[in-house]
C-alpha cells in the first residue's frame, strides 16, 4: 500500500492551496484518513481527520478555514485549504486507516510528505 500525496508549492498569504493524497496498492477497506503537518522546529500536529462515513474533525487552528473531504470510490483525500497564513507553512502528511487483507486489522499508512510554503 501507498499514499501518494500531491498539491503542495508556495502561495502567498491569503491565497488557498489544495492537497491530495491517493492511496493505491492492495485495499480491501479504508477507514479513516486524514492530514497532519510538521512545521520547521516544531512537533507534528493533526490538521484534519475524516472518518469513511464522511465525519470531519479539525484542529481549533484550522477550523473555518480548511476543508477535508474524500472521494472513497478513487481512495482520496483532500485538503482544501483556504486564508492560507504564514504560519500554516508546514510538510503535510496524509494517512490512512487501511485494511489490506480480509484476515488482518486496519493499520496506519502515511505518505511522503508535501511542502506547503506561504510566504510574500
Known amino acids: 500500500v501507498q499514499l501518494q500525496a500531491s498539491g503542495g508549492g508556495l502561495v502567498q498569504p491569503g491565497e488557498p492551496l489544495r492537497l491530495s493524497c491517493e492511496a493505491s496498492?492492495?485495499?480491501?477497506?479504508?477507514?479513516?484518513m486524514g492530514w497532519y503537518r510538521q512545521a520547521p522546529g516544531k512537533q507534528r500536529e493533526m490538521v484534519a481527520h475524516?472518518?469513511?462515513?464522511?465525519?470531519?474533525n479539525y484542529a481549533d487552528s484550522m477550523k473555518g478555514r480548511f476543508t477535508i473531504s474524500r472521494d472513497n470510490a478513487k481512495n482520496t483525500v483532500y485538503l482544501q485549504m483556504n486564508s492560507l497564513k504564514p504560519e500554516d507553512t508546514a510538510v503535510y502528511y496524509c494517512?490512512?486507516?487501511?485494511?489490506?487483507?480480509?484476515?488482518?486489522?486496519?493499520?496506519?499508512?502515511w505518505g511522503q510528505g508535501t511542502l506547503v510554503t506561504v510566504s510574500s
Open positions: 494517512y490512512a486507516l487501511i485494511k489490506n487483507s480480509y484476515y488482518t486489522s486496519y493499520n496506519d499508512y
Open positions: 475524516i472518518s469513511n462515513g464522511g465525519s470531519t
Open positions: 496498492g492492495s485495499i480491501v477497506s479504508i477507514n479513516g
